[in-house]
């Protein structure tokens, strides 16, 4: 199962760091993947950390903003948002796959059929 939390409402400028915690599993032996979707829009993959060297990945949109980092001794994944804009409006899930490639460079596209397993999601909505 994967937890995440984090989000909230926060002025454009800000900054927020969202938390992906894993129950039941090694977080560490999971390729990590952030999607977001904001509403009339379909599903985006916006971050992704690989198991295998822990090498990331960025979508264009959030590139020099965002960053994906993991903790072992807290099993969690989190992804560090700054200059956060109002377009980062939406709700954010983190998802986790254990089969295939460790890497996020096998699978450039970052689809959500890339992975099996999804948090709940947490919303992050950015208003002044």
């Known amino acids: 199962q994967l937890v995440e939390s984090g989000g909230g409402l926060v002025q454009p400028g800000g900054s927020l760091r969202l938390s992906c915690t894993a129950s039941?599993?090694?977080?560490?032996?999971?390729?990590i993947g952030w999607f977001r979707q904001a509403p009339g829009k379909g599903r985006e993959g916006i971050s992704c950390i690989s198991s295998g060297d822990d090498s990331t990945y960025y979508s264009d949109s959030v590139k020099a903003r965002f960053t994906v980092s993991r903790d072992i001794a807290e099993n969690s994944v989190y992804l560090h948002m700054n200059h956060l804009e109002p377009g980062d409006t939406a709700v954010y899930y983190c998802?986790?796959?254990?089969?295939?490639?460790?890497?996020?460079?096998?699978?450039?596209?970052?689809?959500?059929?890339?992975?099996?397993?999804w948090g709940q999601g947490t919303q992050v909505t950015v208003s002044s």
């Open positions: 998802a986790g796959q254990f089969s295939g490639s460790p890497y996020c460079s096998s699978f450039p596209e970052m689809s959500g059929s890339d992975y099996d397993y």
């Open positions: 039941g599993f090694i977080v560490a032996r999971y390729r």
